[in-house]
Nanobody, 127 residues
């Protein structure tokens, strides 16, 4: 079983900063990609940023966070971070950690590639 646990949500002011963390735990073989998605009330979940294990330069960002958010990961700690600066009220959402993870199949133990999600952490950007 693989689990992703987010932390770091809370209140923030416009122009402020927050840092989210997500740690993977459980029985897995390798974490290929980790990322952050968000979902505001009444909207669909959308990608915020992703980072590949095999190259820290292999990052992707949604246009609405470029220049403000930075994703990074600590491979040894199986953790991904999202540094968020210059926050805007429209950044208010539940932020979900995402991982594309290789793990032993529960059927026969062979390697299997699956997508996992954390439960989400919420923060509010308001003055």
């Amino acid at each position: 079983q693989v689990e992703l646990a987010e932390s770091g949500g809370g209140p923030a002011q416009p122009g402020g900063s927050l840092r989210l963390s997500c740690a993977a735990s459980g029985n897995f073989l390798d974490i290929e990609t980790m990322g952050w998605y968000r979902q505001a009330p009444g909207t669909e979940r959308e990608m915020v940023a992703t980072v590949s294990k095999y190259s820290v330069r292999n990052t992707t960002y949604a246009n609405f966070v470029k220049g403000r958010f930075t994703i990074s990961r600590d491979n040894a700690a199986n953790t991904v971070f999202l540094q968020m600066n210059n926050l805007k009220p429209e950044d208010t959402a539940i932020y979900f950690c995402n991982g594309i993870i290789w793990h032993p199949s529960t059927y026969n133990g062979s390697p299997k590639r699956s997508t996992f999600w954390g439960r989400g952490t919420q923060f509010f950007v308001s003055s």
